[in-house]
């Protein structure tokens, strides 16, 4: 079956610091890949997404590209602010089969930032 | 703007009593999700429906029950609340491609107690 794996947390940074989340994923075919976001007492907010192989998905300073030869999606940020304070889930859903397939999710990895 | 909304979003019930968490959407998408989420894990899928087509995980206990009386429209109804069952639950939905990018819209969650 389909499974995301994500980097261990919680990962703590200071202001302006680079970020890298980690994801790896194992799945049949070609699946899309996604980032979401959740701040506290929120639902998740899709942060980027990519459909196919060397994709990159990009957003508010944040990217990832799909490497299917890694079977990789890791988050990048250049300079992350406190704002970015969250939890960050990768996930993936099947290209084929049935058409509205599930989301899997990796176990979320919590982001703190410190002025 | 187009959004799915959750309502409400926090929600206390008595143990054994009977609740009902309710999601609309205005983007007419086809596909609505219903999902458990317990402190920061990843959301856990458990059922959601294709237009009137209603599919089941297989371990979503049978205290747990869905109506979706029309397309901008799902309910997630509990039987019998146990202490176990308070969670954050997450309403989402998505449009398969051609006519959608696949990505899953979430509401802001309703946030269940059981007392």
């Known amino acids: 079956g389909n499974s995301v794996t994500q980097m261990e947390g919680p990962v703590t940074l200071s202001e302006e610091a680079f970020l890298t989340i980690n994801c790896t994923y194992t799945?049949?075919?070609?699946?899309?890949l996604f980032w979401y976001v959740q701040y506290p007492g929120e639902g998740l907010q899709l942060l980027l997404k990519?459909?196919?192989?060397?994709d990159k998905g990009s957003n508010k300073g944040f990217e990832a590209t799909y490497r299917k030869e890694t079977t990789s999606f890791h988050l990048e940020k250049g300079s992350v602010q406190v704002s970015d304070s969250a939890v960050y889930f990768c996930?993936?859903?099947?290209?084929?089969?049935?058409?509205?397939?599930?989301?899997?999710f990796g176990q979320g990895t919590i982001l703190t930032v410190h002025p | 703007d187009a959004m799915v909304i959750q309502n409400p979003r926090y929600q206390v019930t008595q143990f054994g009593k009977p609740v009902t968490l309710s999601c609309s959407q205005t983007?007419?998408?086809?596909?609505m999700y219903w999902y458990q989420q317990k402190s920061s894990q990843a959301p856990k899928l458990l059922f959601h429906?294709?237009?009137?087509?209603?599919?089941n995980e297989a371990d979503t206990p049978d205290n747990f029950q869905s109506r979706r009386p029309n397309t901008s429209f799902c309910f997630l109804d509990i039987r019998s609340p146990g202490l176990g069952d308070a969670a954050m639950y997450l309403c989402?939905?998505?449009?398969?491609?051609?006519?959608?990018?696949?990505?899953?819209?979430f509401g802001q969650g309703t946030r269940l107690t059981v007392v």
């Open positions: 990519a459909t196919k192989a060397d």
């Open positions: 429906y294709y237009d009137k087509d209603f599919n």
């Open positions: 989402a939905t998505s449009s398969p491609p051609p006519t959608g990018g696949n990505e899953a819209f």
């Open positions: 983007l007419n998408h086809n596909v």
């Open positions: 799945a049949t075919g070609y699946p899309s």
């Open positions: 996930a993936l859903k099947d290209a084929g089969g049935t058409s509205y397939g599930k989301l899997t």
